[in-house]
């Protein structure tokens, strides 16, 4: 079954970007669209956008549309998603995912 | 964009069975997939059914889905309830490209 490691926790001033990663394994990587969904804390599931792994075609939701990049790098199988202009709102578990496998989350926390 | 609709919060008690709806708002619910994903506290989102009604390999048949177009909703049976099956859940389905989640609905096994 297919599996996503993502990159570590992080901690971010009001303002900054962050750039997060998903390594795909156990699968043929440019097979399947990868999206990223986030999680504040206490709420439920938000979707932001996916992207072809294939081709490299996005879609993003339109809350995130233009502050949201989500690219990849083919030969490294991993997904990357951008967020930048981040506030205290964007504080949230993000997690990748190919619908039937999820990586296991990497905690933003923007704070002052 | 559609909404899908879940009951906030279920109870019932060991070796039970329970149902948790997903109601769409508008457009048709047989028209897209519908998936279900199980979260425990502290623990990332694991899918226990896809496609409606398909089970990844690991999920018991405990877990069951299933779609109704006549009150256009889908729904997640589970059956011999156990401790563990307490958790929070989550419907999702799609308009051609972009994913809906349902608020989800907080099972509680008592």
């Known amino acids: 079954q297919a599996q996503f490691v993502q990159s570590g926790a992080e901690v971010k001033k009001p303002g900054a970007s962050v750039r997060l990663s998903c390594r795909a394994s156990k699968y043929t990587f440019t097979q399947y669209t990868i999206h990223w969904v986030r999680q504040a804390p206490g709420q439920g599931l938000e979707w932001m956008g996916w992207?072809?792994?294939?081709?490299?075609?996005?879609q993003y939701s339109q809350k995130f549309q233009g502050r949201v990049t989500i690219t990849r790098d083919t030969s490294a199988g991993t997904v990357y998603v951008d967020i930048g202009a981040l506030t205290s709102e964007d504080t949230a578990i993000y997690y990748c995912?190919?619908?039937?496998?999820w990586g296991q989350g990497t905690l933003v926390t923007v704070s002052s | 964009n559609f909404m899908l609709t879940q009951p906030h919060s279920v109870s019932e008690s060991p070796g039970k069975t329970v149902t948790i709806s997903c109601t769409r708002n508008?457009?048709?619910?047989?028209?897209?997939?519908v998936q279900w994903y199980q979260q425990r506290p502290g623990s990332a989102p694991i899918t226990v059914v896809y496609e409606d009604k398909q089970r990844p390999s690991g999920v018991p048949d405990r877990f069951s889905g299933s779609i109704d177009s006549s009150s256009n909703s889908a729904s997640l049976t589970i059956s011999g309830l156990k401790t563990e099956d307490e958790a929070d859940y989550y419907c999702q389905s799609y308009d051609n490209v972009n994913w809906v989640f349902g608020g989800g609905t907080k099972l509680t096994v008592l």
């Open positions: 995912t190919r619908g039937v496998s």
């Open positions: 992207i072809n792994a294939g081709n490299g075609n996005t």
């Open positions: 508008s457009g048709s619910i047989a028209n897209n997939y």
